[in-house]
């Protein structure tokens, strides 16, 4: 029962370097999300599809951009990395209003 | 604006003591408050949510819509109760089942 997966689990990059964050959930949730959790911040939420072929920006979504390649999928790209993008990253998944979210094991990047 | 706040970063207790980690939201309308926990190199997971009413692991939580409050408390900790609590909240208006996170407060039982 794999739930929600995402790779890297671990990543450094240099500044201005991109990369792609891969998630995939086999739940066969509509909702798809994109958090990052900074100490003392807490989980902020960067991008989400509440459905397949849509996306909508978070609280923090600046210097990321996502896509949902399908309904199991969805990436966050980051174009030009920023050390003030190290963080740990979390992708979630839930099948729609009122439901529980599902989280992956998480993602952490180092831009140095 | 929407806001969860958990005030505590840390709390530290010895186990068999009272726990009850704080949390506060800030919300006009009828709230869905949950709590996560999440456990050392653990993905986030649910513990509670109070539509539920429910107890897991011995935690409660009740919902004060007079304190806009959602207390998580167990009446007698365990070692393995030591972990990061997220409070969240709901976002009320879509139905994406967007949540809105606090700081989120480390419990640390002692043994």
């Known amino acids: 029962n794999a739930g929600v997966t995402q790779t890297p689990k671990f990543q450094v990059l240099k500044t201005g370097q991109s990369m792609t964050l891969q998630c995939a959930q086999d739940?066969?949730?509509?909702?798809m999300y994109w958090y990052r959790q900074d100490p003392g911040m807490g989980l902020r939420l960067i991008y989400y599809s509440a459905s397949e072929g849509t996306t909508d920006k978070g609280e923090v979504p600046n210097g990321y951009n996502v896509s949902r390649l399908n309904k199991r999928e969805f990436s966050l790209r980051l174009e030009s990395a920023a050390p003030s993008q190290t963080s740990v990253y979390f992708c979630?998944?839930?099948?729609?209003?009122?439901?529980?979210?599902?989280f992956g094991e998480g993602s952490w990047l180092t831009v140095v | 604006a929407q806001r969860v706040t958990q005030p505590e970063k840390l709390l530290s207790v010895f186990k068999g003591a009272p726990v009850e980690l704080k949390c506060n939201y800030s919300y006009s309308g009828s709230p869905e408050l949950f709590w996560y926990v999440q456990y050392s190199r653990q993905r986030l997971q649910l513990l509670l949510r109070h539509i539920s009413r429910e107890s897991i692991k011995g935690f409660t939580a009740d919902l004060n819509k007079g304190e806009t409050s959602f207390h998580l408390k167990k009446p007698f900790a365990q070692e393995e109760d030591s972990a990061m609590y997220y409070c969240a909240l709901k976002e009320g208006s879509s139905n994406t089942g967007k949540l809105i996170f606090g700081q989120g407060t480390t419990l640390q039982v002692k043994p």
């Open positions: 979630a998944s839930a099948s729609g209003w009122g439901n529980t979210i599902y």
């Open positions: 739940m066969n949730h509509n909702s």
